[in-house]
């Protein structure tokens, strides 16, 4: 792992030896800044794939996924156009770990089978395409072997809190409850091969990724022609 701020890490893949396909994951507990590095990749070319919005997708009206959390939670999980209504699910799942993780057992089957569909869709329109698996929970469902590049945007807890409190309007109950839901950041950081500082702006995060990016791509060119 290489703390990066500004970048500066150790390359543990073998990107373009078995495929010219490269697949990153990038995670961040909640309010590190992982969305704007998100944003900032897919400016810059990758293909980002987001699992907060295939979960969105997994229990959109119509899906077997939300049928299923009927089924299981009820029907007071719905609002009053038979859409999920996140903020109840939310209150419910995240004081209770055991609801939390039922609905986890439902959603998330679903959320990597999207995110598989839309990987083959980018691999079929560009074979060499950069893919970044955008996963809060990378850590928590042991995902992290899964990619040749493991990314973590990280701020330590407290600095997050203080995030969700003041730019979320979360309480400070809910924010906790959110946080404690999450790996803690010694648990997200084992896993990292490149850590992107997310305590400063958005600009300074966005600097970093663009570095970061700089040197995915002269690796890249350097595997291509070697000479």
């Known amino acids: 792992m290489s703390m990066v701020a500004p970048v500066s890490w150790v390359w543990s893949g073998s990107v373009g030896q078995d495929r010219p396909m490269q697949r990153i994951g990038l995670t ?30 997994a229990v959109a009206p119509g899906t077997v996924g939300l049928d299923a959390v009927v089924e299981e939670f009820g029907p007071q999980v719905l609002d009053a156009d038979g859409a999920l209504d996140r903020a109840a699910v939310a209150q419910l799942v995240f004081a209770n770990a055991a ?58 807890a407290e600095l997050r809190l203080e995030r969700l409190v003041a730019s979320r309007q979360m309480s ?10 999450q790996a803690s950041d010694d648990e997200r950081l084992a896993t990292a091969d490149i850590v992107l500082d997310g305590t400063g702006t958005d600009e300074d995060l966005i600097a970093q990724v663009d570095e970061l990016w700089l040197r995915l ?7 291509a022609d070697p000479a």
Not at 217 to 223: N, P, Y
């Open 217 to 223: 791509v002269a690796e890249r060119t350097a595997e």
């Open 99 to 156: 609801a939390r993780t039922r609905l986890e057992q439902v959603v998330h089957p679903e959320v990597r089978r999207l995110g598989a569909e839309r990987e083959a869709a980018a691999a079929a329109r560009d074979p060499q395409a950069v893919v970044v698996h955008a996963i809060p929970l990378l850590v928590e469902t042991g995902q992290a072997d899964r990619f040749e590049l493991v990314v973590v945007v990280h701020a330590p």
């Open 28 to 57: 961040g507990g909640i309010g590190a800044g992982k969305s704007v590095a998100s944003q900032r990749l897919a400016e810059l070319g990758a293909v980002v794939i987001d699992a907060d919005d295939l979960a969105r997708a």
């Open 172 to 181: 400070r109950d809910d924010a906790e409850a959110r946080i404690a839901a």
